[in-house]
């Protein structure tokens, strides 16, 4: 690989070695926010699917990572944090010129996410209980029973584009410090930062073979995976739409999903809301990434005593959010991931304004001072939106807020939920028991109370409803990543104590 070259070259990371696709082909990848290409990239094909298949199969099966003990795994998670570390400036730009992340945001917060989460693993791995014994009890007999967890094998972790490092290390850390191996597909507009990672991983000692990367279509390597017989667990970001086709493959040979999918998330605003905190939070909440964020709270529901006034004031603040090259520490929000995307976002805005939204803010493709080649889409508001219209409901992927009216705490709980997404929510108010009442009522995976996209290693994200199933992050995780024994061990040596024998004989 190298990165000095003005077009940089990655082949597919398999077995611990760089090698080409087996067709010879690459793609190009595009940096959203010039629109030139950055790399070419191995694409691969079916066969090199099933090679990193047949590669992670003997490596989980030959013990060398799965039979290790958890400390000496652990090890190996906190060497590679440190690896992250050393060479967080690579990882940084990589991931900026092919998302379109703001280094601001990447260095400031992806990197430390990341080596934060293998550190937290680390820590649980040691202290996880991978064998429960259980008491003896009378009934059926007086036996010793254990319940093991054991990892599930070979995992394919099929990743979107908006995080492209941290969708990966939300299953990776998880994975490995089960003892499982895995083969990471990363988007096909991001798949840089998920290929040095793995270049990582095995200079801080993971052996060979664990950790696997392969480039390419999610129509044949993708689904490639998701069929595969010695594939045992799938575990998927990305829209509920390809996470629905993803359960129906996996059900042919019966393997474990997680699903983390999209997500139309709302917050409620209360009349004793502190403003100062709730508008630039709002703002936060939604625009960070360019509102590529599968929990961007995309919905906020407003009381009517205080609706003019936050409209206002969140159409003014947006003002100040500075549209740039990511590459320039003083830019706030970057591009759209790719020119499909950036005509996604502005059909939306288009249909926002059919459907009779108020548009207060933004709307345009945003252009002028170094952005004309970039997909950059100005911060959009609408006010006056209602939950029926197009924009409420459907996931825009893009810097586009809708402020909805509401005049009960019933009424705003019920607009809230009125989606067939859960991921998160969220409540502005000055009453943190009001805020925890309605927390209760709210169905999202992760409620935050006067704050957005506060995520921790130790808490577990994941969905409701539409949103998907299974959690990532927090010891939860580790259960995602392993699957359970029960061992019975007979302590009754006379036959005249199975009694239970003569259920069948006289
Ligand atoms: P996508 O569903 O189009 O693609 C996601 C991944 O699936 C890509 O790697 C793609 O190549 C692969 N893929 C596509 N078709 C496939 C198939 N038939 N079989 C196997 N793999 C296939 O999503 P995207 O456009 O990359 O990402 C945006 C979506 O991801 C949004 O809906 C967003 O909400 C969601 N997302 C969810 C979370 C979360 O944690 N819940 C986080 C980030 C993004």
Not at 222 to 231: F, K, N, S
Not at 296 to 325: C, M
Not at 392 to 406: D, H, N, Q, T
Request: hydrophobic share 45%.
């Amino acid at each position: 690989m190298s990165t000095t070259m003005q077009v940089m070259e990655f082949p597919l990371f398999i077995n611990g070695q760089w090698r080409p696709a087996s067709s010879g082909e690459t793609f190009d990848v595009v940096n959203p926010a010039t629109g030139a290409v950055v790399a070419k990239v191995a694409k691969a094909t079916k066969q090199d699917a099933e090679e990193a298949i047949r590669v992670a199969r003997e490596t989980f099966d030959s013990g060398v990572w799965s039979r290790k003990k958890p400390q000496e795994r652990a090890q190996v998670l906190v060497q590679f944090a440190q690896k992250i570390v050393e060479h967080a400036q690579d990882l940084v730009f990589l991931e900026s010129v092919s998302s379109g992340g703001t280094i601001r945001r990447i260095g400031n917060s992806d990197i430390l996410q990341i080596a934060d989460l293998l550190q937290q693993t680390a820590k649980f791995a040691m202290e996880y209980s991978y064998v429960q014994s259980l008491p003896v009890v009378s009934f059926p007999a007086s036996n010793n029973n254990q319940i093991w967890r054991e990892p599930i094998g070979v995992v394919a972790a099929i990743t979107a584009w908006n995080f492209p490092m941290i969708l990966a290390m939300w299953k990776l850390a998880p994975a490995l410090a089960m003892g499982n191996t895995i083969i990471v597909k990363p988007a096909s507009n991001t798949p840089l930062s998920t290929l040095k990672l793995a270049e990582l991983a095995v200079q801080a000692g993971l052996p060979a073979g664990v950790f696997n990367v392969i480039a390419g279509p999610g129509a044949s390597v993708g689904e490639t995976l998701v069929t595969h017989p010695q594939v045992d667990k799938v575990a998927f970001t990305g829209s509920t739409e390809v996470g629905r086709r993803i359960m129906q493959l996996a059900s042919g040979t019966v393997k474990r999903v997680t699903l983390e999918l999209g997500g139309k998330s709302p917050s409620i605003v209360l009349p004793d809301a502190d403003l100062e905190l709730a508008v630039p939070g709002i703002l936060f909440g939604v625009f960070l990434h360019s509102g590529q964020i599968c929990e961007s709270g995309t919905r906020v529901l407003v009381h009517d005593s205080i609706y003019d006034e936050v409209v206002s004031r969140l159409a003014e603040a947006a003002k100040s959010i500075r549209l740039g090259n990511p590459l320039d520490p003083a830019t706030g929000m970057g591009p759209v991931v790719s020119k499909q995307q950036l005509d996604t976002v502005l059909g939306y805005i288009e249909a926002g304004i059919q459907e009779g939204a108020r548009l207060v803010c933004g709307g345009n493709r945003a252009v002028g001072a170094g952005l004309d080649n970039g997909y950059f889409v100005e911060p959009t508001i609408f006010a006056d939106v209602t939950n029926d219209m197009k924009i409420a409901k459907e996931e825009i992927f893009g810097p586009v807020l809708s402020v909805i009216r509401y005049s009960t705490v019933e009424e705003a709980i019920q607009i809230a939920n009125d989606t067939i997404y859960g991921l998160a929510s969220g409540v502005w108010t000055s009453d943190a028991n009001k805020a925890l009442q309605i927390a209760r009522e709210l169905k999202a995976g992760t409620v935050w109370i006067n704050d957005w996209h506060m995520f921790r290693s130790d808490a577990p994200f994941g969905g409701y409803k539409q949103s998907g199933f299974g959690r990532e992050l927090g010891r939860h995780a580790l259960d995602e990543y392993t699957q359970v024994k029960h061992v019975h061990l007979s302590m009754t040596s006379e036959i005249e104590q199975r009694p239970w024998l003569n259920i069948l004989f006289n």
